[in-house]
C-alpha cells in the first residue's frame, strides 16, 4: 500500500490550495480516510475524515466552512480543497487509510493510533 500525497507549497492568508493523496495497492473507497496535519512543535491532529463505509465526512471546527474532503473513486484519490487559508494552517499534511473503522477525526491520539497506512507528508506554508 502506498499513499503519495502533493500538492503543498506555499500561499498567502487567504490564498487556496488543494491536495492529493493517490493511493495504490488500496482501494480507499468505502475504508476510513483522512487527512491530518502536524504543525512544529505540535502533535498530528486530524482536519477532516471519513471514519467508515457510510460515515460523512467530519472536519475540525478550526477548518469547517474552509476546507472541502472528496474522493475520486475512480482514480482512487484523496482531495482537500484548502480555501482561505490563514497563518495556522502552517503544517505538514499528510493522508491515512485504515483497513477498520476509526473514531472520528477530532478524536487525537486515537484516530492517528488506528489509521494503518499514512503518506509522506506534504508542506503547507501560508504567511504574508
Known amino acids: 500500500v502506498q499513499l503519495q500525497a502533493s500538492g503543498g507549497g506555499s500561499a498567502q492568508p487567504g490564498d487556496s490550495l488543494r491536495l492529493s493523496c493517490e493511493a495504490s495497492g488500496f482501494t480507499l473507497d468505502g475504508s476510513a480516510v483522512g487527512w491530518f496535519r502536524q504543525a512544529p512543535e505540535k502533535k498530528r491532529e486530524g482536519v477532516s475524515c471519513?471514519?467508515?463505509?457510510?460515515?460523512?465526512?467530519d472536519y475540525a471546527d478550526s477548518v469547517k466552512g474552509r476546507f472541502t474532503f472528496s474522493i475520486d473513486s475512480a482514480k482512487n484519490t484523496l482531495y482537500l480543497q484548502m480555501d482561505n487559508l490563514k497563518p495556522e494552517d502552517t503544517a505538514v499534511y499528510y493522508c491515512?487509510?485504515?483497513?477498520?473503522?476509526?473514531?472520528?477525526?477530532?478524536?487525537?491520539?486515537?484516530?492517528?493510533?488506528?489509521?494503518?497506512?499514512w503518506g509522506k507528508g506534504t508542506l503547507v506554508t501560508v504567511s504574508s
Open positions: 471519513i471514519s467508515g463505509r457510510g460515515v460523512p465526512i
Open positions: 491515512a487509510t485504515s483497513r477498520t473503522p476509526v473514531p472520528p477525526c477530532t478524536k487525537v491520539p486515537q484516530v492517528v493510533d488506528g489509521m494503518d497506512y
